[in-house]
């Protein structure tokens, strides 16, 4: 079965700028969820979505939205940038989101904001 | 609200040594708890999980993970690690409603050969 897929991997982007990730979850997986991966703050929650309704967020300013798609796939995006954006952002997938079932882990896409 | 501590923040081990990282919670609710490892370059991968039952867990490449309910603890062991095991090791909780994971801070683990 094949992993959570992430794309892209890499991007670099000018402050002021948006920018949309994308996310593929394991095959039957319902739920998306999404973090922030920094050096100093490490690895923290954006929000979840399960059957397309978002369920949870974190502490992140309005700048940061998502969506879920009737297939499961998660878009996150990030409307006016700031260097501070600068982050690997993971998604990882769950069969149910629901306690008992752990979350599969992407390979991320590296954010750097110029 | 949920947090995870992490006391160690790096470990510098040499081969064959024996491997203990540290982990307390702090969550009033039923505790889902997890470790996954970071190798250098990877995706975050899933070493271990605790649901109910048992509280010794083991993983995957010989790791276990201890829940200690009176002391809020988790912490992950191996008897001997390798030089392969150098990766960040993180500590996580599941939310209640299972759709949050709470993550410690990390600790970078150096094995030298």
């Known amino acids: 079965k094949a992993g959570v897929t992430q794309t892209p991997r890499y991007l670099i982007k000018t402050r002021g700028q948006q920018v949309t990730l994308s996310c593929s979850p394991i095959?039957?997986?319902?739920?998306v969820s999404w973090y922030q991966q920094t050096p100093g703050q490490g690895l923290q929650f954006l929000f979840e979505?399960?059957?397309?309704?978002?369920?949870n967020k974190g502490n992140f300013p309005g700048r940061f939205s998502g969506r879920q798609f009737s297939n499961s796939r998660s878009e996150m995006n990030v409307s006016t940038l700031e260097l501070g954006d600068s982050a690997l952002y993971l998604c990882?997938?769950?069969?149910?989101?629901?306690?008992?079932?752990?979350?599969?882990f992407g390979p991320g896409t590296r954010l750097t904001v110029t | 609200a949920q947090s995870v501590s992490q006391h160690n923040h790096h470990v510098i081990l040499s081969e064959a040594a024996s491997l203990e990282l540290g982990c307390n919670y702090s969550?009033?609710?039923?505790?889902?708890l997890f470790w996954y490892v970071q190798y250098p370059g990877q995706h975050l991968q899933l070493l271990l999980k605790?649901?109910?039952?048992?509280?010794l867990v083991k993983g995957i490449k010989g790791f276990e993970a201890e829940f200690i309910k009176s002391k809020f603890s988790f912490n992950l062991r191996k008897p001997s690690v390798q030089w392969s095991d150098t990766a960040e090791y993180f500590c996580?909780?599941?939310?209640?409603?299972?759709?949050?994971?709470?993550f410690g801070g990390g600790t970078r683990l150096m094995v030298k050969p």
């Open positions: 605790y649901f109910s039952g048992d509280p």
């Open positions: 990882a997938s769950s069969l149910q989101g629901a306690p008992g079932y752990e979350q599969y």
């Open positions: 095959s039957g997986h319902r739920s």
């Open positions: 979505y399960f059957s397309e309704t978002q369920r």
């Open positions: 996580a909780v599941l939310n209640n409603a299972g759709n949050m994971l709470t």
């Open positions: 969550y009033g609710g039923t505790v889902n």
